[in-house]
């Protein structure tokens, strides 16, 4: 079964553009994360979607970070205009309360540089 | 609130020792699940194990195996016979009120281990 699948896994941008992450989750999953890893914060959850709907979006860290989910397969996490402290590793990650099963799998990882 | 504590910045030890990872957890929550994550030098985040509060038999498979004690909230990961391939960042993770606001993950900062040839 494929797993958690993330693009781009590598992404070099300027200071002022816009970034876009994108996000398959796990077919059947009906949770989606959005986590950020740093090397000062760890990692860090930044907003979680239940149903296709947004939760709790109280760890975006400010309105340049904008998320999406329009259908069960497929979210994004925007950037705009992105900044170099927005550099990190972007991780998605699904999950799905069925019988209990309710382990996270993430995704390999959007690294992001913004120069 | 739920708080992970990994006191263990960096472990380094030689190829085929034992070696122990430590995690103690806070919540107020009755039930709540604890995870063990690895990630290797490629950067993915891999699932090891999950348990729930109310399990607290000790867990093997194969080379590494899982300490759960509530009475001191802690849930430690040991790597038996330990081989480079092992080498990485191992992440304990406390999941609670998972009914109530879904998962909301809180991880440790992670111990750095490297297994020397």
């Known amino acids: 079964d494929a797993g958690v699948i993330q693009s781009p896994r590598h992404e070099v941008t300027e200071m002022g553009q816009e970034v876009t992450l994108r996000c398959k989750p796990i077919?059947?999953?009906?949770?989606l994360f959005w986590y950020r890893q740093t090397m000062m914060r760890g990692l860090e959850l930044l907003i979680y979607f239940n149903n296709n709907v947004p939760i709790d979006d109280s760890g975006m860290p400010e309105d340049r970070f904008s998320a999406k989910m329009p259908n069960a397969s497929f979210s994004t996490l925007k950037i705009q205009p992105s900044e170099p402290r927005d550099s990190a590793v972007y991780f998605c990650?699904?999950?799905?309360?069925?019988?209990?099963?309710?382990?996270?799998?993430f995704g390999e990882g959007s690294w992001l540089t913004v120069v | 609130a739920q708080k992970v504590t990994q006191a263990q910045t960096e472990i380094s030890v030689v190829e085929k020792e034992d070696v122990t990872l430590d995690c103690v957890y806070e919540t107020r929550d009755t039930t709540y699940y604890l995870f063990w994550y690895k990630q290797p030098p490629s950067g993915e985040l891999v699932f090891l194990i999950r348990r729930n509060s109310f399990d607290e038999q000790n867990e093997i498979s194969g080379r590494y195996s899982w300490n759960f004690q509530k009475s001191t909230s802690s849930f430690n990961f040991t790597i038996t016979a330990s081989q480079v391939v092992d080498s990485a960042v191992y992440f304990c993770?406390?999941?609670?009120?998972?009914?109530?606001?879904?998962?909301?993950?809180?991880f440790g900062e992670g111990t750095q281990l490297t297994v020397n040839p």
């Open positions: 993770a406390l999941n609670a009120e998972w009914e109530t606001s879904g998962s909301r993950l809180t």
């Open positions: 077919s059947g999953h009906d949770y």
């Open positions: 990650a699904s999950s799905s309360i069925d019988g209990g099963r309710n382990t996270i799998y």
